[in-house]
């Protein structure tokens, strides 16, 4: 009797164990197609975001609300790419497992699943459900994708006939435009160029070369780095930014704007030429390291996850890089010690004019050493001071003179104000040659006629 209640509970227990194996088997069978057809919708989400990737980045994009839908578009299409890989990995793990099952025997086969069949049918039910809830948020990814195509398409077309400047829509066409003019041995040049790059719009460089080569000491020079849209006004923006200049640096900005507000721009021409008078290391298609983020402050006040600084509330929104190099008396910065020494100060007005180079970058990302915001740089040396901006302003031309008395093989003198978002940058050094040579002509010019004066 005992016997007989043995051998029915092993067969029990094997009928029990078989029924299992198969259903877990189906289970198995049916997770690892639902897998498999999941697999198919996320390569075609994937396919789908990559196309309106691909197409809008041949399409240039102006409005910044379309910018922000692309950043997004690209987040999700890197997400689901990484969802992909990994369900095509475990997706190549199972049928592993599966051949490794195939290849044990039989009982071993029915004890091992038995052992894990309760365990994985639960775990694979949370993991298919989440996996599906993913599928479904970038299959609604890739719908939003082609609606955000169309925009962009559609919008294009329709500027084709809705540009009111001239400029802007040549540049928007891929075109660089240049003024040239030499009257009276002062030189006018002006050169614009657009900057496409994926994920950043339209941007443009304009450098504005005003030289005197009978007074080089009225020379200066002027770059702008910006993004473009259709209403985008890019004489009258570099404008109101040089209006934003601190007070230092008003009488400069006065002269430069005085000079753009004459320029004709309707004899602007289109040019393939590249610039002959780039600022060297400023004007490069890398706009990139001057504003890494082109999204990062929205404007009129939107919020936004970035903390303004003080020179993105200054400047507009739009704006990437902003350079001036003129030439600057070194006796004018030496009042700002007020000293009354009379030897000093005669010592300064026969040194050559100083070169001044100015630069405000309102969306430069830049880490700054805990508790101090300005770098000195003194023959490639770095020190770290805290100075605000009014301060370094204020403070770098009688700085650099100084310097210039104490070490004669300097050359130049550097200060940048980084505060974390923004950055401004001074840079004094020697004049060339020739800016030497016609002050030394200057002085000895005036010197005679004050002894000339002093005969009579």
């Given at each position: 009797?005992?016997?007989?209640?043995?051998?029915?509970?092993?067969?029990?227990?094997?009928?029990?164990?078989?029924?299992?194996?198969?259903?877990?088997?189906?289970?198995?069978?049916?997770?690892?197609?639902?897998?498999?057809?999941?697999?198919?919708?996320?390569?075609?989400?994937?396919?789908?975001?990559?196309?309106?990737?691909?197409?809008?980045?041949?399409?240039?994009?102006?409005?910044?609300?379309?910018?922000?839908?692309?950043?997004?578009?690209?987040?999700?299409?890197?997400?689901?790419?990484?969802?992909?890989?990994?369900?095509?990995?475990?997706?190549?793990?199972?049928?592993?497992?599966?051949?490794?099952?195939?290849?044990?025997?039989?009982?071993?086969?029915?004890?091992?699943?038995?052992?894990?069949?309760?365990?994985?049918?639960?775990?694979?039910?949370?993991?298919?459900?989440?996996?599906?809830?993913?599928?479904?948020?970038?299959?609604?990814?890739?719908?939003?994708?082609?609606?955000?195509?169309?925009?962009?398409?559609?919008?294009?077309?329709?500027?084709?006939?809705?540009?009111?400047?001239?400029?802007?829509?040549?540049?928007?066409?891929?075109?660089t435009l240049e003024y040239k003019m030499v009257q009276r041995g002062i030189l006018r040049h002006l050169h614009i160029w657009p900057i496409c790059v994926e994920g950043r719009g339209v941007e443009a460089a304009l450098e504005f070369r005003y030289e005197d080569r009978?007074?080089?000491?009225?020379?200066?020079?002027?770059?702008?780095?910006?993004?473009?849209?259709?209403?985008?006004?890019?004489?009258?923006?570099?404008?109101?930014?040089?209006?934003?200049?601190?007070?230092?640096?008003?009488?400069?900005?006065?002269?430069?704007?005085?000079?753009l507000t004459q320029l004709p721009l309707q004899d602007i021409s289109h040019s393939h030429s590249a610039s002959c008078f780039t600022v060297q290391g400023l004007c490069s298609y890398h706009t990139h390291s001057w504003r890494q983020d082109p999204l990062c402050c929205?404007?009129?006040?939107?919020?936004?996850?970035?903390?303004?600084?003080?020179?993105?509330?200054?400047?507009?929104?739009?704006?990437?890089?902003?350079?001036?190099?003129?030439?600057?008396?070194?006796?004018?910065?030496?009042?700002?010690?007020?000293?009354?020494?009379?030897?000093?100060?005669?010592?300064?007005?026969?040194?050559?004019?100083?070169?001044?180079?100015?630069?405000?970058?309102?969306?430069?990302?830049?880490?700054?050493?805990?508790?101090?915001?300005?770098?000195?740089?003194?023959?490639?040396?770095?020190?770290?001071?805290?100075?605000?901006?009014?301060?370094?302003?204020?403070?770098?031309?009688?700085?650099?003179?100084?310097?210039?008395?104490?070490?004669?093989?300097?050359?130049?003198?550097?200060?940048?104000?980084?505060?974390?978002?923004?950055?401004?940058?001074?840079?004094?050094?020697?004049?060339?040659?020739?800016?030497?040579?016609?002050?030394?002509?200057?002085?000895?010019f005036s010197q005679g006629a004050s002894k000339r004066k002093r005969t009579k």
């Open positions: 009797m005992a016997a007989d209640m043995v051998g029915s509970a092993v067969v029990q227990e094997t009928v029990s164990r078989i029924t299992s194996y198969l259903f877990s088997k189906c289970e198995n069978d049916k997770r690892m197609a639902c897998i498999g057809h999941d697999i198919e919708r996320l390569e075609m989400a994937h396919a789908e975001l990559e196309l309106a990737l691909e197409r809008s980045a041949r399409i240039p994009i102006t409005d910044v609300s379309l910018l922000r839908r692309r950043k997004l578009f690209e987040r999700a299409f890197k997400d689901c790419g990484d969802l992909l890989h990994k369900c095509i990995k475990q997706q190549t793990m199972d049928a592993i497992e599966s051949e490794r099952l195939v290849t044990h025997s039989f009982p071993k086969r029915i004890a091992r699943v038995t052992q894990s069949s309760m365990s994985s049918y639960f775990t694979g039910f949370r993991k298919d459900n989440r996996s599906c809830s993913d599928v479904r948020r970038y299959e609604w990814f890739a719908e939003c994708a082609n609606r955000f195509l169309r925009d962009v398409e559609s919008g294009c077309s329709a500027r084709r006939f809705m540009f009111s400047n001239p400029i802007v829509r040549q540049l928007l066409e891929g075109k009978k007074t080089p000491m009225r020379s200066f020079s002027l770059v702008l780095m910006l993004r473009l849209s259709e209403s985008t006004d890019i004489v009258g923006t570099a404008i109101r930014c040089l209006q934003s200049f601190m007070p230092s640096l008003k009488p400069v900005a006065e002269i430069v704007i005085g000079e929205k404007p009129d006040g939107c919020p936004t996850s970035y903390i303004p600084s003080e020179l993105s509330c200054k400047f507009p929104e739009q704006i990437i890089l902003i350079h001036v190099e003129c030439y600057v008396s070194a006796f004018e910065g030496s009042n700002q010690h007020n000293t009354t020494d009379g030897t000093y100060r005669n010592l300064m007005a026969d040194r050559p004019p100083l070169k001044l180079a100015v630069g405000f970058a309102p969306h430069l990302f830049r880490e700054c050493t805990p508790g101090t915001t300005t770098v000195e740089i003194i023959g490639g040396k770095e020190k770290h001071i805290c100075y605000s901006l009014q301060q370094m302003d204020e403070t770098v031309r009688s700085k650099a003179i100084s310097r210039y008395i104490c070490q004669s093989d300097l050359t130049y003198y550097r200060m940048g104000w980084y505060p974390g978002h923004g950055g401004a940058y001074f840079v004094v050094q020697k004049s060339g040659n020739e800016i030497a040579r016609i002050h030394k002509i200057d002085c000895q």
